[in-house]
């Protein structure tokens, strides 16, 4: 079975950075699309940043520039490294992996971004 764990959210402020990591098991994570996404309050989760087979990355015009998401096969884990963080960058974000075409999301890691 996919389990998905996203860590290093929390408190930090505007201009500060913060690494998000994605820790994933039961799959070959190599073979895997990975994406982030964030989500706030009465909205609908966004596509923040993905990366797929041959590290062929994409971002959102937000977060271009500021965010870079990568990820480490040897440990099963992916990353977004954001940096310049703004208040708007406030959120919940989950990681996803996709697996033979299904979704697999973590719980979610809270970013707050203090002005």
């Known amino acids: 079975q996919v389990q998905v764990v996203e860590s290093g959210g929390g408190l930090v402020q505007a201009g500060g950075s913060l690494r998000l990591s994605c820790a994933a098991s039961?799959?070959?994570?190599?073979?895997?699309?990975m994406g982030w996404y964030r989500q706030v309050p009465g909205k609908q989760r966004e596509l923040v940043a993905e990366?797929?087979?041959?590290?062929?990355?994409n971002y959102a015009d937000s977060v271009k520039g500021r965010f870079t998401i990568s990820r480490d096969n040897t440990k099963n884990t992916g990353y977004l490294q954001m940096n310049s963080l703004k208040p708007e960058d406030t959120a919940v974000y989950y990681c996803?992996?996709?697996?033979?075409?299904?979704?697999?999301w973590g719980q979610g890691t809270q970013v707050t971004v203090s002005s």
């Open positions: 039961g799959t070959i994570f190599s073979s895997n699309a």
């Open positions: 990366i797929f087979s041959g590290d062929i990355t």
């Open positions: 996803r992996q996709t697996v033979m075409n299904t979704n697999y």
